[in-house]
């Protein structure tokens, strides 16, 4: 059992690294084929945080969580009802139950 975790940690660790490292390469190749530096290249995402407000940059649009509060209430305003959401949310709420009855049953 010991040298199977071992091994099972060794092969994670090398999948970690092999992802870090394809990552790498990734971005030095987008830097080769621009083929210069260029200094307004922009991550996928960024966010900057102040002592007030959370802005954050997505694709190279700017967005604050002024934004994302009024898409929220914009939503809520909306009010659409989702039949397959609903359906999801008693599925689980139903699974969660049954399932907390069994384990409560096992363990007694």
Known sequence: MKMFMLKSLGVAALMF????AGMQL???G???MKGYDDPNFQ???SINETDKDLNAT???????SHDIEAKKKKLEE????NFFSSMG???S???SGASGKLIKQITE
């Open 17 to 20: 690294i092999s992802v870090l």
């Open 26 to 28: 990734a971005n030095d």
């Open 30 to 32: 987008i830097h080769k």
């Open 43 to 45: 991550n996928a995402v």
């Open 58 to 64: 997505f694709l190279g649009k700017d967005v604050s």
């Open 78 to 81: 909306i009010s659409a009802f």
């Open 89 to 91: 949310k008693k599925l």
């Open 93 to 95: 709420d139903g699974l």
